[in-house]
């Protein structure tokens, strides 16, 4: 059975920094594409990064420079590297495995970042 488990969220100043874990179970993450979304609620999950099995990263343009993805393959954790952190940043960031059968979510953590 796959299991996503999300951690690392919380409150910070802009400006700050935050690093978000989502620990895999039942898939191995350097086989796969691991994706991190966040969502404010009332809005649609927005796709923020991702890592493939290469590794190949993308980030959406809102967190370009700031966001780094990557993973430790001896862990099976991915993560997600937040720096410069703004208010419009605060969502709860969800990670996520798709496949061709179905897609895999972890919980969500909660990320706060006050002006």
């Known amino acids: 059975q796959v299991q996503l488990v999300e951690s690392g969220g919380g409150l910070v100043q802009a400006g700050g920094s935050l690093r978000l874990s989502c620990a895999a179970s039942?898939?191995?993450?350097?086989?796969?594409?691991i994706e991190w979304y966040r969502q404010v609620a009332g809005k649609e999950r927005e796709l923020v990064a991702s890592?493939?099995?290469?590794?190949?990263?993308n980030y959406a343009d809102s967190v370009k420079g700031r966001f780094t993805i990557s993973r430790d393959d001896a862990k099976n954790t991915v993560y997600l590297q937040m720096n410069s952190l703004k208010p419009e940043d605060t969502a709860v960031y969800f990670c996520?495995?798709?496949?061709?059968?179905?897609?895999?979510w972890g919980r969500g953590t909660q990320v706060t970042v006050s002006s």
């Open positions: 996520k495995a798709p496949s061709t059968s179905r897609n895999y």
């Open positions: 039942g898939i191995i993450v350097s086989r796969n594409v």
């Open positions: 890592i493939t099995r290469w590794p190949i990263t």
